[in-house]
């Protein structure tokens, strides 16, 4: 472990050098995130999941920049070209940027103009030139004709001398720093049309004249950009103006006003011009990209924990509906345990209109079924059916709620649908997923690859391994902060609990088949591959509900149970009184109980579970319904208010979903009466809210909300 790197990180996050340390060493014993942040508090000193991720990212990132460092060095003193200067100036490198700018004039490279006028002999003449004495250049460079080098005249010679010294302005480290950060505080990023394609590009029309200073345009606006060149709908070049640039490559490297100023300045105009500029701007757009993708993926992650954490219907016998016109609505009815009882097909809607064979099938269901809640997939054909279920007017208190089916088609038509149904087509599939997701959210959305649930914004376009790195993340925390039945709990869910993965994942669900259910956590240390370091991280955040020892239904971790076997001992009564009565628990002096690795963090966190074991931290489920008579664009006017749900959160704004087929977008200036910086901190996924319909465009399929009250 590299103490430079502890100290760094300690310093950048303003935290004590002892907690960056112990993180660090628990991540090399493999612990997860969730387990440190859950079960380490007193050696972290009670770090959370965000931090504890920042510090892993840090270290990783310090790590990448060692393992370049020590590619340099090994490359220089392979090549003899490594001295105590340079190395020591390698070392002190923070940054990839500077470290890649001290090795670029021993970087190996193609043969440059520079090193062909080299290889020519033209190097005194170019540093005689360079250092801007008063001389003739001209009366210089005829000492330099040589025939047999190809060096025929005085502009032969004067021109291989220029090339080198661009090659020296481009790859003079002061001068990279100065021009990296004119692009970064002056870069303007100017986009426009491909001639030609004005009328294909046409959702791409905002941009076909666009300029803007690159350090304040927003992460999403950058990424349709460059998209739009991606498609070849648009080209952008993001650059300051030349005159800047070249004013601060003059001042440095300009140093008389003689003969041979005038070929530096010359130089230095031809440097910036081929090289630098191009070099500098494929930096800025790397690293402009890198930052847009970093908020689009953070805006993505923080969208996908809340719809992961929406509440849960529960355990209810569901009705389930894939709507559809043509191809009809597949209908399956599955009890409160989310199993497969009955699958049919019903063809309300247009070409066949088999209204009353449908209706007769649905009741007939219903009743057969008992079905508490009817849920209908909110894509093509989702209001009508609800509209149709809803006018059968089913005896009882039934329930109708739209559920949002992002995602249920690439889960149907996965290995993991195939071995669950393998019986059953990929619409069946799809009908149940959508069921499932209602009575729970996790359980079911976690057999999707996460970047596939669609709660982001370009989420193909971003880094594509950090996308997957930051959802799976999000997928773990969520998990594991909810806890799992290990009994119930399916193979994909398993996977994501801290110490577990997919292959000890499946070796539990295989030891459960064979053996039955767990009767105790201790049990598992019974199942194949799962050794004592992956039972410390795992057994936490597993919970077994009426098994052999109470404490396994709650987040108190199975090295804690002689805790709580103390307490009760030393209250006379059992663990399960201490469980049921608060009173017991009040009389509990927590000081007493503080050892060297348990302190007051951890014996708070138990107390807590032993007043609620097991309780789930999502909030209650409440029933929503959309309008009625409101089920295309073509019913929206201005001025209308209709309730809606809110599906994607961006940087810009909030996307309503208002049952038309066509979210409608509440711009950030219209989210509330009050200046709005980040719509994340106004509105969650799943709210509820009341909009406003300000625009209608059909042709480009917009809509714009405002949830301002005073509309």
Known sequence: ?????????????????????????????????????????????????????????????????????????????????????????????????????????????????????????????????????????IAEAQKFIDQEKGVNTVDDALQGAVDIIVEWVNEDQEARAKIRKLFAEKGIIRAKVVSGKEEEAIKYKDYYEWEEPIKKIPSHRLQAIMRGEKEEFLTFHILPEEKDALAILEKQFVKDSNAASDQVRMAVHDSYKRLLSSSMENEIQATSKQ????????????????????????????????????????????????????????????????KEKAAKIIRNLYEQFQVEVIAVGNGTAGRETEGFIRSLNLSGDNVVVMVNESGASVYSASEVAKKEFPDYDLTIRGAVSIGRRLMDPLAELVKIEPKSIGVGQYQHDVNQKLLKEKLDDVVMSCVNMVGVELNTASKQLLSYVSGLGSKRAQNIVEYRDENGPFKSRKELNKVPGLGPKAFEQAAGFLRIRDGENPLDASAVHPESYHIVETMAKDLKCSVKD?????????????????????????????????????????????????????????????????????TNITNFGAFVDIGVHQDGLVHKSELADKFVKNPAEVVKLQQKVTVTVLDVDIPRKRISLSMKKGR
């Open 578 to 646: 201490l469980m049921r009565d608060e009173s017991l628990r009040k009389k509990i002096d927590l000081n007493k109980y503080v050892r060297d690795k348990v302190g007051l963090p951890t014996l708070n966190d138990i107390i807590s579970e032993l007043a609620k074991p097991g309780r789930d931290p999502r909030d209650k489920f409440e029933i929503f319904s959309f309008a009625e008579a409101i089920n295309t664009m073509e019913d929206l006017k201005v001025g209308m208010k209709l309730p809606g749900i809110v």
């Open 291 to 354: 930052k847009a993708d970093e908020e689009a993926i953070k805006v993505f992650a923080e969208n996908l924990r809340q719809l992961l954490l929406a509440a849960p219907l529960g355990q209810k016998r569901v009705m389930a509906i894939d709507p559809g016109f043509r191809t009809g609505c597949k209908v399956v009815c599955m009890d409160s345990q989310g199993k497969l009882l009955h699958n049919d097909t019903i063809y309300p809607h247009e070409p066949q209109n088999q």
């Open 1 to 137: 472990m590299n103490q430079s790197h502890i100290t760094k990180i300690a310093r950048e996050l303003k935290l004590k050098e002892k907690q960056v340390l112990a993180t660090a060493q628990l991540f090399e014993e493999d612990a997860t995130i969730p387990f440190i942040a859950r079960y380490r508090k007193e050696a972290t000193g009670s770090l959370d999941e965000t931090t504890i991720t920042t510090i892993r990212d840090r270290l990783h990132q310090l790590q990448e920049l060692d393992k370049r460092r020590d590619s340099i060095l090994k490359s220089l003193e392979e090549r003899e070209l490594l001295t105590d200067e340079l190395k020591e100036n390698i070392m002190a490198a923070e940054t990839m940027s500077v470290l890649e700018d001290i090795y670029l004039p021993f970087k190996p490279k193609r043969r440059t103009r520079a090193i062909i006028a080299k290889e020519k002999g033209l190097e005194p003449l170019a540093q005689l030139i360079f250092e801007q004495g008063d001389i003739d250049p």
